[in-house]
């Protein structure tokens, strides 16, 4: 007996794929200047990466270097070491 095979998978929905806009905002805004909106790029970088079947790994990077970048501007101004802050 013979089956027949199962059709194959749908592919992706159709739009604009903006996985790694997403996750390179992120990174750099992350990184640099503002670790909440690296966080948030982050998370909608995996929301997109889930979405169209890619890897969600800029994503990943994009929310740890927030994570980062508050905990360090943290640690920084508790010990008042954080050069933009001006105590005078």
Known sequence: MTTPY???PPPPAQGRDRTTLW??????????????L????GYLSIRDAR???QSPLLG???IAFGVINIIG??????TGNYPFWNND
């Open 73 to 78: 501007g943290a640690i920084l101004r508790a």
């Open 23 to 36: 996750g390179v905002l992120g990174i750099v805004l992350g990184l640099i200047c503002c670790g909440i």
């Open 51 to 53: 979405r169209y079947g």
């Open 6 to 8: 199962p059709p194959p």
């Open 38 to 41: 690296g966080i948030i790029f």
């Open 60 to 62: 990943y990077l994009a």
